[in-house]
């Protein structure tokens, strides 16, 4: 008797389990007319601690895939030998050869990074100097100054910076050239890039 209750608890939990997935609502099988053994409830118990915590893993991994976001981007979409400025005032650099949009937060239209979560971020830029023999380029985050490249070493010399940035949901991130200054690319020198570190 007790062998054949304990199969008919086995049958139910796994009847259950079907039942559960994937949008399940547990309720705890009591047939009719069955007292369930004492002891063997715990069963129940622990199979519906163990679906609330794959709930919990499967909505972690959904945040997650959410917030994969890295990008790359050169300045110009040609191999062909380009100068860009001087300008009189400042200019916004579109980095328009995307080579990596994980997530597709960057814009090669506008030259504007929008964090698509609250994170951490690296963010890099380098440019390449050009003819007229300086450069001065900045990264912005919603118009602000966050990190910039200072070069006049002359033409064709190259500056780098990067940083870790805390960025807020709509956070927005563009570069900058400042008066005066040129850059220079053929699609691999001047490049802007970013990733997301983790979110927060
Ligand atoms: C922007 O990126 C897309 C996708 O990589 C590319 O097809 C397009 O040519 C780029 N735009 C410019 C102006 O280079």
Not at 87 to 99: G, N, P, Y
Not at 181 to 199: A, H, K, N, Y
């Amino acid at each position: 008797m007790t062998s054949a209750w304990f199969l008919v608890l086995v049958v139910y939990g796994l009847v259950g389990v079907q039942a559960f997935s994937p949008k399940y609502e547990f309720e705890f099988p009591t047939p009719e007319g069955l007292t369930p053994e004492p002891g063997k409830e715990d069963v129940y118990v622990l199979l519906s601690q163990l679906l609330d915590r794959v709930e919990k893993l499967e909505r972690k991994c959904e945040d997650r895939g959410k917030s994969q976001v890295a990008f790359s981007a050169s300045l110009f979409n040609t191999e062909k030998w380009t100068h860009y400025g001087p300008f009189d005032s400042e200019t916004r650099l579109v980095f328009e050869k995307v080579t990596t949009n994980v997530g597709n937060a960057y814009d090669n239209t506008t030259g504007v990074f929008t964090a698509p979560v609250k994170g951490l971020y690296y963010v890099r830029l380098t440019c390449n100097v050009g003819d007229s023999g300086s450069l001065n380029t900045a990264v912005m985050k919603n118009g602000e100054n966050m990190f910039a490249i200072f070069n006049t070493l002359g033409l064709h010399s190259s500056g780098s910076n990067g940083m870790t940035l805390v960025l807020e949901e709509g956070d927005r991130l563009e570069v900058f050239l400042w008066p005066t200054r040129s850059v220079f690319d053929q699609s691999r020198l001047s490049t802007f890039s970013g990733f997301l570190v983790f979110p927060m």
